[in-house]
Nanobody, 123 residues
Framework: QVQLVESGGGLVQAGGSLRLSCAAS????????LGWFRQAPGKEREIVAT???????TYADSVKGRFTISRDNAKNTVYLQMNSLKPEDTAVYYC?????????????????WGQGTQVTVSS
């Protein structure tokens, strides 16, 4: 059974940092683009960052310069380092693997969604 399991969320004050992890099991994702998405209450799921197997990355404008995505293929794990957190970063964060061709930022391109991890940033 293929699973992606997120961890590392929590409650942090504005300006603080968190590091999210997403560990995969059941298959290797070393050849796949991996992505982090988030969904705030009452809002649609949105792309946060992606990383190709080559290490090339993409970021949403709202997190550029504050968040860093990375991966460790040996551990089949992708990370999201989040610095200078803002209250508007509050959301459930999900990781997923790009397995379809609807485009890098389209959630329909992604599968094997994890259960999500809650990030709450207080002001």
């Amino acid at each position: 059974q293929v699973q992606l399991v997120e961890s590392g969320g929590g409650l942090v004050q504005a300006g603080g940092s968190l590091r999210l992890s997403c560990a995969a099991s059941g298959r290797t994702f070393s050849s796949d683009r991996l992505g982090w998405f988030r969904q705030a209450p009452g809002k649609e799921r949105e792309i946060v960052a992606t990383i190709k197997n080559s290490g090339d990355t993409t970021y949403a404008d709202s997190v550029k310069g504050r968040f860093t995505i990375s991966r460790d293929n040996a551990k089949n794990t992708v990370y999201l380092q989040m610095n200078s957190l803002k209250p508007e970063d509050t959301a459930v964060y999900y990781c997923a693997a790009k397995i379809r061709g609807y485009g890098v930022t389209n959630s329909r391109s992604y599968g094997y969604w994890g259960q999500g991890t809650q990030v709450t940033v207080s002001s």
